[in-house]
């Protein structure tokens, strides 16, 4: 058969002139009614090439094999020249394999000790592996990748969008955390995961609302075992919680769409896709499970923490559910959270859950943090935070999310705002307000500076058709989250964060800007 290879991301498969990525779900069809065979590859690997992949080695020269269709194409493969390094936990190999683009210098070194950090505190929590090895396959490159990321049996692959090298602190931050997210998934979702995420169908979509739980869960851990492990300081992992909730914020979709049905949805693309493409409606109609599921697990944290006066943690019910579901080959139902939490910790979280994962209404940031010791506040953004690497370019005074990229064009107009309002439309180009020319540099004042009831007079290009609209600008309602240390903490609520937040001298001398 012949298989396209020209897309280099986690869920498809690359080949030319330096190297070939093989992604098993992309490349390889399998047999109706032989997918529980063993099955094998043999690849004729070029002069100076090496093979990196999670698949077993067969005595067959250059064959690697797994034991079902399932396991085979869990497994990617690299072929090619490629940067490794490896390092040993508890007898455990891990691999990094870094296709090297001529930026890697650098970080490497950094990244190999960051990636052990978390993998020891992964393996203390769990207290062991589920792998006999393991393979962090990178690519990181800003145009070449499509970016994402892809768990695997004993392996992931990750192709992200800026070199390993760049000069912003905040791309290797979200690297590392990518890195650590996968690294989680080895427990959840591939060994326990909810019904439906394996065996699979591979004919048909696979529904499950469970995802705030393999995704959202996840994705809290990923930042929660940086701090732990002591790749983050305190106040980074602060910052970061503090980044997920105003992004959390800068979703309109969450006051429409909940947690359930984003992850219900998902596999039908309805709203996931478009959401990426900027299509439709998808950004005011779309939560993401990533973050909001990630902000339900830090508060789910935090009430356990506080609620047991210390002694039981989010930690614990995770590795109970491990042990339950991790060797099963179904997955655990739709329950089995609550319950596992119920029995192991003593709290109820039934309340919390139906209100977070079925309603669509606010999280209790300020009063579950305020339970633990911590500070969370609001207010307006500075110049600087505007403008920092993923904050998301929204004018709160009309509503209004532009793309700027030579051009300032409309990404998104949120529902009831000034933007809608005054008519503006998604992909409009802005090019002038009230006679001044607008550019990279001056569009957030331009637009959005002033009193609420200012009125400015917005020239723009729609469909090749110039056009002036009056806007009038409101009250900004989008603010920035700050999160910090109580003070005068004492006693067993200094006790129940210090727990959580781990101890000052787990901190490392590298600086990192915030997010």
């Known amino acids: 058969w012949r298989s396209y290879a020209n897309t280099l991301s986690c869920a498809a498969s690359h080949v030319d002139e330096t190297h070939a990525h093989i992604t098993g779900g992309s490349f390889f069809p399998y047999v109706v009614g032989g997918k529980r065979a063993p ?3 043999t690849i004729a690997v070029p002069r100076g090439a090496r093979v990196a992949t999670g698949l077993d080695p067969h005595v067959k020269r250059n064959t690697w094999g797994a034991i079902d269709y399932d396991t085979f194409i869990d497994a990617p493969i690299e072929v090619g020249k490629f940067r490794q390094e490896t390092f040993t936990v508890a007898g455990v190999p891990h691999h990094i394999v870094v ?5 890697e210098e650098q970080n490497l070194p950094r990244l190999v000790d960051d990636t052990k950090r978390f993998v020891r505190f992964f393996r203390r929590m769990f207290g062991g592996f589920p792998f006999d090895e393991y393979w962090f396959m990178l690519h990181a490159h800003p145009t070449l990748c499509r970016g994402g990321a892809l768990e695997h049996l004993n392996s992931t692959h990750l192709t992200l969008t800026s070199y390993l090298d760049d000069p ?16 989680f998934h080895a427990w959840n979702v591939k060994r326990m995961r909810p019904l439906g995420l394996g065996p699979f169908d591979y004919t048909k979509e696979t529904h499950t609302p469970g995802l705030w739980i393999a995704e959202g869960l996840t994705e809290y851990y990923c930042l929660y075992s940086l ?16 980044y997920f909730v105003d992004r959390y914020h800068d979703m309109p979709g969450r006051r429409v769409m909940t947690l359930r049905e984003s992850s219900f949805n998902t596999w039908t693309k309805a ?4 959401r990426r493409e900027h299509a439709g409606n998808a950004l005011n109609a779309f939560v993401d499970y990533y973050t909001k599921g990630a902000l339900v697990g830090w508060l789910i944290d935090l009430m356990i923490r506080a609620e047991t006066n210390g002694r039981h943690t989010l930690d614990e019910v995770m590795v109970a559910m491990f042990r339950a579901h991790g060797d099963a080959e179904l997955g655990f139902d739709e329950e089995a ?16 859950l139906r209100s977070a994962l079925d309603g669509t209404g606010k999280l209790p940031f300020k009063r579950v943090c305020k339970t633990i010791g911590l500070e969370l506040t609001y207010g307006a953004a500075t110049p600087k935070e505007e403008k920092r690497t993923f904050r998301r370019k929204i004018l709160g005074t009309l509503g209004l999310e532009v793309a700027v990229d030579g051009r300032v064009k409309v990404r998104n107009v949120e529902p009831d705002s000034a933007a809608e309002e005054a008519g503006l439309d998604r992909g409009d180009e802005l090019i002038a307000v009230d006679g001044e020319r607008l550019g990279t540099d001056n569009w957030r004042r331009l637009l959005g500076e002033g009193e609420p009831g200012t009125t400015k007079a917005v020239a723009l290009f729609r469909h090749g058709r110039l056009q002036t609209r009056p806007v009038t600008l ?14 005068g903490l004492t006693g067993a609520r200094k006790r129940w964060l210090e727990g959580w937040l781990g101890p000052e001298s787990k901190e490392r001398a590298v600086p990192s800007a915030r997010p």
């Open 474 to 487: 409101r009250a900004d309602g989008r603010r920035k989250t700050r999160i910090a240390l109580a003070k």
């Open 227 to 242: 701090r732990q492990a002591g790749a983050w300081t305190r106040q980074q992992f602060l910052d970061w919680l503090a």
């Open 337 to 352: 959270f609550e319950r596992t939490a119920a029995e192991v910790t003593g709290v109820s979280l039934r309340t919390f």
């Open 99 to 103: 296709h090297e683009y001529g930026h």
């Open 168 to 183: 912003d602190p905040l791309r290797y931050d979200w690297l590392l955390s990518v890195m650590s997210h996968e690294y």
């Open 271 to 274: 709203t996931w896709s478009p």
């Open 39 to 41: 099955h094998t590859v």
